[in-house]
T-cell receptor
Framework: SQQGEEDPQALSIQEGENATMNCSYKTSINNLQWYRQNSGRGLVHLILIRSNEREKHSGRLRVTLDTSKKSSSLLITASRAADTASYFCATASGTALIFGKGTTLSVSS | DGGITQSPKYLFRKEGQNVTLSCEQNLNHDAMYWYRQDPGQGLRLIYYSQIVNDFQKGDIAEGYSVSREKKESFPLTVTSAQKNPTAFYLC????????????FGPGTRLLVL
């Protein structure tokens, strides 16, 4: 049961540029989470934003949540080659986390 | 060193064979999960367990089985009934509720011979 959908599917930028990824979902949520996955590895939790929050920061990451539009965005500022990975949003609704298909970010030096 | 371990890293299955993937955590988490990831896809939930000796089916449980005899361990068996088992399998854990932050293991890649 697909809930979150990331956009774009793939993103290529240069080091130092900002990267923005979006996530749209369909039903009401309790929280929304962003995870990173390096190729062939497990997922790493980046940030959790609750339904009553609008914006959250963690280092170079900024997440916004617009519950009226059922959407979230993840901004990575001053990207580095090490940010190259797939990024997934996961929505918490009902009894489980539901993951989208991810955005693949490629940062070239 | 706290975390989740999965073994083996790669696993090969022959036709008609059952194989078991190991997942162990020392984070003292109550809840544990198994996900399947296919190329270019998101994660799909196979099974989850919120407490020892209890587990629930996820979205794609057919052809899989689990047990939760200890808090630290949540092994997944891929049975011969699973006709398309080639995938990347991820185990995760969380403190309790299913909606909080999940911590993932490094994954097991299952290939069919």
């Amino acid at each position: 049961s697909q809930q979150g959908e990331e956009d774009p599917q793939a993103l290529s930028i240069q080091e130092g540029e900002n990267a923005t990824m979006n996530c749209s979902y369909k039903t009401s949520i309790n929280n929304l989470q962003w995870y990173r996955q390096n190729s062939g590895r497990g997922l790493v939790h980046l940030i959790l934003i609750r339904s009553n929050e609008r914006e959250k920061h963690s280092g170079r990451l900024r997440v916004t949540l617009d519950t009226s539009k059922k959407s979230s965005s993840l901004l990575i500022t001053a990207s580095r080659a090490a940010d190259t990975a797939s990024y997934f949003c996961a929505t918490a609704s009902g009894t489980a986390l539901i993951f989208g298909k991810g955005t693949t970010l490629s940062v070239s030096s | 060193d706290g975390g989740i371990t999965q073994s083996p890293k790669y696993l090969f299955r022959k036709e008609g064979q059952n194989v078991t993937l190991s997942c162990e955590q020392n984070l003292n988490h109550d809840a544990m999960y198994w996900y399947r990831q296919d190329p270019g896809q998101g994660l799909r939930l196979i099974y989850y367990s919120q407490i020892v000796n209890d587990f629930q089916k996820g979205d794609i449980a057919e052809g899989y089985s689990v047990s939760r005899e200890k808090k630290e361990s949540f092994p997944l068996t891929v049975t011969s009934a699973q006709k398309n088992p080639t995938a990347f399998y991820l185990c995760a854990s969380s403190t309790g509720t299913l909606q909080e932050t999940q911590y993932f293991g490094p994954g097991t890649r299952l290939l069919v011979l």
